[in-house]
C-alpha cells in the first residue's frame, strides 16, 4: 500500500502520496494516545488504525522513538496554540506579565487533565531524544516564553530568569501529576487546583499586585 513500485523513480505523486501517509500514521498515533494513553502506542495499532501494513510505518518512521516524537510534536503544536490564544501579546509590566502567567499556568494544567496521555508523552524527553527527531525546537519556545514572563513578572528576583521558570515549571507539573494520579485529592480532599496554584504562583512571583 505505503511501498513504493519496484523499479519506478520516486514522480511528485508518489512523494506527495508518502507524506499522506506519514500524516496518516502521526494522525492516528494522536488519536490513540488521547483515547487509550502513551501506553498504547504500538506500531502495529497504530498502523491498523492509519490502514496501512504493520510494516509500513518503519518506512517513514525507521524507529518508533521517531513517530513517537512526532506525536509529541502534535501535541507541542496545540498546547503552544492554547498559550498563545491565552497570553496574547508578550506584557511588558510587572501586573501584565503575572496575569499572563496566571494563564499560562491554567491553560497548562487544564491540557495536562484534557490531554492526559499526550501530555505524559510529551514530557519523555529521556525517551523520546534518544529518537533521531528530538523535541527541543518544539519544547523550548513554550519555556522561553515562561522564562521572559518570569523576568518581568520578578525584574528583582537574585535568580536567572530561567531558574524561576524552571521551578515554577516544575511546580505546575507536579500539580498535574498528582492530580492525575488521585494524590491531590488524598492530601488535600479536593481535586480543587485553585488554591494551590495561587500559592505556587506567589511562592515564585510574589503576591500579585492588590493583593499585597
Avoid at 502520496?17 to 494522525?27: F, K, N, T
Avoid at 505524559?120 to 527527531?133: A, K, N, P
Wanted: cysteine-free.
Amino acid at each position: 500500500m505505503a511501498e513504493q513500485t519496484q523499479g519506478m523513480p520516486e514522480t511528485e505523486t508518489e512523494s506527495g502520496h508518502e507524506a499522506g501517509v506519514r500524516d496518516r500514521l502521526v494522525d492516528a498515533g494522536v488519536e490513540l494516545v488521547h483515547a487509550e494513553g502513551a501506553q498504547a502506542l504500538s506500531l502495529r495499532e497504530i498502523a491498523r488504525r492509519a490502514g496501512v501494513s504493520h510494516g509500513a510505518p518503519r518506512r517513514y518512521f525507521p524507529a518508533h522513538l521517531d513517530l513517537l516524537s512526532a506525536i509529541a510534536r502534535e501535541g507541542f503544536g496545540e498546547l503552544a496554540d492554547r498559550v498563545a490564544a491565552a497570553v496574547g501579546e508578550e506584557a511588558e509590566g510587572r501586573a501584565g506579565a503575572r496575569a499572563q502567567l496566571d494563564a499560562l499556568a491554567r491553560v497548562h494544567l487544564d491540557f495536562a487533565s484534557r490531554r492526559r496521555g499526550m501530555y505524559e508523552l510529551m514530557f519523555r524527553h529521556d525517551l523520546l531524544e534518544s529518537g533521531r527527531l528530538g523535541l527541543r525546537e518544539s519544547s523550548l519556545p513554550l519555556f522561553e516564553l515562561l522564562a521572559r514572563l518570569a523576568a518581568r513578572a520578578r525584574p528583582e528576583a537574585e535568580e536567572e530568569p530561567a531558574v524561576v521558570a524552571a521551578a515554577l515549571w516544575a511546580n505546575l507539573h507536579g500539580i498535574a501529576q498528582l492530580r492525575a494520579w488521585g494524590s491531590l485529592r488524598l492530601a488535600l480532599r479536593t481535586d480543587d487546583v485553585e488554591p494551590l496554584l495561587r500559592a505556587v504562583l506567589d511562592a515564585h512571583l510574589g503576591p500579585a499586585e492588590g493583593a499585597r
